[in-house]
């Protein structure tokens, strides 16, 4: 079983790295739209500084939501899903794996651009390292909750528009907590609460959303 995982792992990696334009353009959109935040707001730093960390949030939920539109897609178009539903190893397993992979590939570079970002901004080391720590949580959930809706809307038109609208609403604890943390920083408080609420949402979405996201695909080939 290890060295299967090792190779799914291998080949999912190579696979992800060379269809880059499905988590380069993320990126790049990420960069894009925190970056346009002062035009469309105001230039004066001081309110920036506290206003960005929620721009910032938005902006990784809006590129999460953007590289994870057709996370299956491929997978369902050559019927690649299809020999893996009659593969002796649970679908689960590829999922999870798929899983690690994208948040690897596409959301550990819009965590690194943290640091030149704030820098930019000109915002705390505190409040850098609250962001960087709040992503890190956040992150995986967002990916998770993504996949959900990707897998629920596989095959229907318009897959982006109503991926969306299935899990724009499953995503506000998570922005709430991860803003929380940032604010609670700022202001000298204990950053214990939300930290341990966005640890558990993390670890429930880890545990239980993979066999979720592998019955939503059962239920899609099935029909």
């Known amino acids: 079983m290890l060295s299967i995982t090792k190779m799914m792992f291998y080949t999912e990696l190579v696979l992800r790295l060379r269809h880059s334009n499905e988590w380069l353009y993320s990126i790049g959109f990420f960069i894009l739209v ?30 999460s939501l953007l590289s994870i539109d057709f996370m299956f ?18 679908l689960a397993l590829f999922i999870t794996i798929k899983l690690i992979v994208q948040w690897l590939v596409a959301e550990l570079p819009v965590i690194f ?11 705390s080391t505190a409040t850098q ?11 995986p959930i967002l990916v998770l909750l993504g996949s959900l809706g990707a897998a629920l809307s596989l095959g229907l038109r318009q ?3 109503l991926l969306s609208l ?9 922005l709430i907590f991860g803003v929380t943390i940032v604010q609670q920083t700022e202001a000298g408080l204990s950053i214990v609460g939300p930290c341990a609420f966005l640890a558990g ?5 880890l ?17």
């Open 207 to 223: 545990v239980c959303l993979p066999f979720v996201i592998a019955g939503a695909l059962k239920i899609g080939l099935d029909d």
């Open 34 to 63: 925190v970056s346009l935040f002062p035009f469309a707001m105001t230039p004066d730093p001081h309110l920036l500084q506290k206003i960005i960390p929620g721009c910032i949030w938005i902006a990784a939920l809006l590129a």
């Open 166 to 174: 299935l899990i724009l609403p499953l995503t506000l604890p998570v």
């Open 129 to 139: 390292l609250a962001l960087i720590f709040g992503l890190l949580l956040g992150t």
């Open 73 to 90: 897609f491929i997978d369902w178009e050559e019927g690649n899903l299809d020999q893996l539903l009659l593969s002796p190893h649970p």
């Open 201 to 205: 949402i993390c670890i429930l979405a």
């Open 113 to 123: 651009l943290i640091l030149p970002l704030s820098w930019l901004f000109q915002l």
């Open 159 to 161: 897959q982006g528009v």
